[in-house]
């Protein structure tokens, strides 16, 4: 169980999580570079509903994937064919989507290259921790 801001307790089973965000504006890829000090527990006060998860002791930063996008809606793009299954009101408070967060019982790094790949975006993947 893990207490996320506004949305409220959430119960997270064991498995792997992918979170869809934007790193578009003024902060660009320094919001991804944020969320990487979030998880190595250097910055402790969440700010978005990941760093809920990122300073939570049973979540581990395992990769981070980008992609350079030309607009705003890729995001919301990308979390619609992410598959995997959505996390209620997750990461998407300024959107109309579902959820920005999905679990997979397996290491969904291939589906995420997948889904880049279909929507013709070059990844870039970044290994944090192994697992």
């Known amino acids: 169980m893990v207490k996320v801001g506004a949305i409220g307790t959430i119960s997270f089973p064991e498995g792997w999580h ?18 990487i000090r979030v998880a190595s527990r250097s910055i402790a006060a969440p700010r978005w509903h990941i760093d809920y998860l990122l300073v939570h002791p049973a979540f581990l930063l395992v990769a981070v994937a980008c992609a350079e996008t030309v607009d705003r809606e890729s995001e919301c793009t990308v979390a619609r064919h992410l598959g995997g299954a959505p996390v209620p009101g997750f990461g998407c408070s300024d959107c109309r989507c579902p959820s920005h967060l999905f679990y997979f019982t397996s290491n969904p790094e291939k589906t995420v290259i997948s889904t880049f ?5 070059s990844a870039s993947i970044k290994t944090i921790n192994k697992s």
Not at 19 to 30: C, E, I, K, N
Not at 117 to 121: E, I
């Open 117 to 121: 790949s279909t929507l013709d975006l």
């Open 18 to 35: 992918v979170y869809v965000g934007s790193a578009q504006g003024t902060a660009g890829l320094s919001r991804v570079k944020r969320h």
